[in-house]
């Protein structure tokens, strides 16, 4: 079964809310409503995905790490 876990990664790209699906962040419905809001408003999915309260955004912010191989997080303001 990991076997098959580790070709699914290799040969296709996990997406970024699949990623915190399967870290268990997040539950595949609020994903769904998640992306719903994504998909409509433009607005990033990780900022949906705080601002609808599904996640908290340290958590959020640290699977990004993760998934982006440890990039920092800059706060960037308008």
């Given at each position: 079964?990991?076997?098959?876990?580790f070709?699914?990664?290799?040969?296709?790209?996990?997406?970024?809310?699949?990623?915190?699906?399967?870290?268990?962040v997040?539950?595949?419905?609020?994903?769904?409503?998640?992306?719903?809001?994504?998909?409509?408003?433009?607005?990033r999915?990780?900022?949906?995905?705080?601002g609808?309260?599904?996640?908290?955004r340290?958590?959020?912010?640290?699977?990004?790490?993760?998934y982006h191989?440890?990039?920092?997080?800059?706060?960037?303001?308008?």
């Amino acid at each position: 079964m990991q076997l098959e876990s580790f070709e699914r990664r290799v040969l296709m790209p996990i997406r970024f809310g699949e990623f915190l699906v399967e870290r268990r962040v997040l539950a595949e419905g609020e994903l769904l409503d998640a992306l719903a809001d994504h998909w409509q408003t433009g607005v990033r999915i990780g900022d949906v995905i705080a601002g609808r309260g599904f996640a908290e955004r340290a958590a959020i912010e640290a699977c990004a790490r993760e998934y982006h191989g440890e990039l920092p997080v800059v706060e960037v303001e308008a």
